[in-house]
């Protein structure tokens, strides 16, 4: 997720995207929420300002709708003889999944900057062009929401707004 050139890729696609005032509002989500979004989230909160520990917060608050989201599915799979542990860790997000990313990032890059600049090659100037558009988020208890902007329905977390930018990840949005 942190370390291949197909993701870094990705990443930076996202992130060009993530940067483009037309884009937005930016909704952006994957099957779980805490692998490929996990990580996309992350990096955003970080480029925000937020701590790592309010990051950390935010990739676990997925696991309050997984239940939902994936119960019925996660039933069939143990009826049908499956090994909880193997469900768990297909659909939980656990620290040490981010941890994991973290470290590779810091072990290879040197932080964040470093993974930013080197791994996802963005132009210097990219992340402090961004900043005033996304102040650094206050650290806040998980699960809280930041403004009215919409209500999530099976959703663990809605960023919003930061700026001019509406953030919305790992949601599923009704209107309002």
């Keep these: 997720m942190v370390l291949s050139p197909g993701a870094a890729a990705a990443y930076r696609a996202f992130l060009d995207t993530a940067s483009d005032p037309r884009a937005r509002p930016l909704l952006f989500h994957c099957a ?19 701590s790592r520990e309010a990051v950390r917060a935010e990739f676990l ?32 997000a656990r620290p040490r999944y981010l941890e994991a990313a ?42 809280t929401r930041m403004g009215p902007v919409a209500r999530p329905r099976t959703c663990h977390r809605a960023h919003a707004p930061y700026g001019d930018a509406q953030i919305f990840s790992r949601c599923s949005l009704r209107s309002r």
């Design 61 to 92: 608050a997925v696991n309050r709708a997984v239940p939902t989201a994936f119960g019925p599915a996660v039933r069939r799979f143990l009826d049908e003889g499956g090994d909880p542990g193997i469900a768990s860790a297909v659909v939980e």
């Design 102 to 143: 973290l470290d590779a990032m810091d072990e290879r890059w040197g932080g964040l900057d470093g993974y930013l600049a080197k791994a996802l090659r963005l132009p210097r100037r990219w992340p402090s062009g961004c900043a005033p558009t996304w102040p650094s988020p206050p650290d806040r208890r998980p699960g």
């Design 32 to 50: 779980t929420g805490k692998d490929r979004t996990g990580w996309a989230a992350a990096l955003l909160l970080m480029m925000a300002g937020a």
